[in-house]
């Protein structure tokens, strides 16, 4: 969804602890090992995240591949959320979701809740938007009317890299969104840049997060979907639970929890991780001070899966920032690949539930690994 990070970034920084291998999948008699400090707790002894709002985004790079995920992994009452509308830079809005999505979607019982986002992410644009009544009531009049339409259940605003200094305007507009939809029996989300604290002079708060005033936001729309599948501080896993730990508290007085949909990843990141002559990495295996450079946003399976093949790559768990990793050497470099699997994924879904959120949005179909499915319904570490 955003993508403000600078390719190249130097890792900060981050005290580690010792990784291990381990067990991530049940045993045919459904026992599962889980990591230090989390128990095994069978779907029949415990709040399970079928209670849960699930929410899966389909990007349109894998609008195809997606269409397996819709007819085998994604159940009745769910809801798919494609990114497929978009505010021209005309201040129009424009776009559709394919028919094949629909079809599908429709015979299987699944809800759309399409995305709108500022073409390119461009910031003068939304600027401009934000800036024009009449432009806004155009957006407006056409969310309604498209929805009603296609049998949308509403839409999520997914506007980003927003100046902080129009977020009275923006939670303006979204009042007034919400208004007109709400009136038509139609809901609006929002999705929002995720940030731990109020560290106003930084660019990452001017320029990406500091638009969103959680508090005024979640007044007017039915939820809030974090952005919480990417850190902009990462030490290796798109997002860490510490990371994800840190971003609710920081919302705990701000935002009502069953307003909350937390962010996971589908996707990975890939690291290289190469020592530069002469350093010692204290931390081997992990980005290090220096010399962590990510280069892969958004890697999907099947990338993995030939990586794995191909270089013979480890697997490996860390159980302090709840995600697996893998590191494989091509060319006199050192590489990692950090992903989500079963086992992260149970993690993360268990901290939404001891926070009592509204459920968790994930990015993107067609992106996973297939063993996520597993966390969904079956098992969970709690």
Known sequence: MKKYFIVGIIIMFFPITVSATIDQSPSNDNVVSCP?????????????????EKIFYISPAYATSSLNDLQTNVSSGDIVAPQMYTVDTNLEATGSVPDQIKEVAKSRGIKIMPLITNDGFTQTLIHDLLASTTAQDSVISYLVSEAQ?????????????????????????????????????????????ARTDDATSTPFYQNWSGAYDYAQLAKYVDFISLMTYDDPNSVGPTASIPYDTSVLKYLSDKVPPDKISLGIPFFYYGWDITTPPGIINPFPGVPSPGFGEIVNYGGIYSRWQHVRTAYGASEIFNSALGAPYSIYYLDNHEYEIWYDNSLSIQMKLALAQSFHLRGFSAWALGQEFPDVWDAMDQYICI
């Open 36 to 52: 230090v400090g989390y128990t095994y707790t069978p779907t029949s002894t415990a709040s399970t995240t079928s209670q849960f």
């Open 149 to 193: 339409n296609n049998g949308y259940i509403g839409w999520q605003f997914d506007f980003e890299h927003m100046e902080a200094t129009d977020s009275e305007a923006y939670s303006a507009f979204v009042e007034k969104s919400a208004t007109a939809l709400h009136n038509n029996n139609l809901i609006l989300s929002v999705t929002a840049v």
